[in-house]
């Protein structure tokens, strides 16, 4: 998912590097549609997301930052923060 997203950074302006790394991601997907995770029918889980934002929060260049994160039940299963 990660690596999709900073993909996505460049679809404005495409140069051929991004395509040629956008076909090996996709000959990746299609090598592991088998994977997944599983998880027993009698466990309940809830998907919980946290968010935080500070607008203009850096002193250098009063760029906003921020984060997120995603749990699973107890389990972290993303986590992103912004610059």
Not at 7 to 14: E, I, L, N, S, V
Not at 26 to 45: A, D, N
Not at 63 to 80: A, D, M, R, V
Request: aromatic letters at 12%.
């Amino acid at each position: 998912m990660f690596i999709v997203c900073l993909c996505a950074r460049f679809q404005a302006k495409p140069k051929e590097s991004k395509y040629v790394a956008a076909k090996r991601i996709l000959k990746y997907l299609k090598g592991t549609t088998k994977f997944g995770l599983w998880y027993p029918s009698e466990v309940t889980l809830n998907l919980v997301g946290y968010s935080d934002s500070d607008f203009t929060g850096c002193k250098v260049d009063r760029k906003s930052t921020g984060g997120s994160c995603h749990l699973l039940g107890s389990s972290l299963i993303s986590w992103h923060s912004k610059k």
